[in-house]
């Protein structure tokens, strides 16, 4: 980073709103006390191209979530979910040895378009450069779970050579072949006693 900020720094980023995207208010599987929802699937309360119908008091899980383009700075600006289809979210790998909580992020590409994202294989090499953990996730059908493969590895080369058209040729074949896995409907665990209907 230019003016020295860590990589791994975390933070809301000056002048990054959400604005009309509700990409999380689709893509994520939420298990909320107040709010129970599978990816894929619009939530309930969203007002499509406007945000969150129950923006005041939406649940804490949604007041809690924060997306990789709103929190890292090296996430490239172009790539506001919504207008990118390019959905960043922290990740954390945890070590087996010891049990230490490392950053990393992973990357959703919402639609083939995302692909061409303007500022996508800027801000994957520049994760890879950082040694910071990468992992492609390819969501299932809606409702279903999700297929993640860790892609340090088979982006080095390209990042270390600065091929971009390899680097995303590596992620299109990544996605596609993740694609064509099994996906599980997603089953949520039960909820508390007194809490149906939500
Ligand atoms: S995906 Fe990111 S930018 Fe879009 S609504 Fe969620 S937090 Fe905001
Ligand atoms: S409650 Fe609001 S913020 Fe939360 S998922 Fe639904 S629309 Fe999005």
Redesign the pocket.
Known sequence: MPDGTAMTDIGLVPG????P?????V?LTIDDPDLRKVQGYRCRNMLPGK?CGIYETRPQACRA??????QLKWVRPTL???QSGV?VRLHYEVAKTTGEQRLGVMITLLTDAALKAEGLAETVAAAVNAEIPVYLHVPGPPGHTAAEARINDVLRDAVITHDKPALLETLRRARAKAKGGKFKPIVLPPRPAGRAGQ
């Open positions: 990054r709103e959400c604005g995207c509700t990409v999380c208010c893509a945000g979530f924060f997306c990789g383009w709103r506001r979910p919504d959905l």
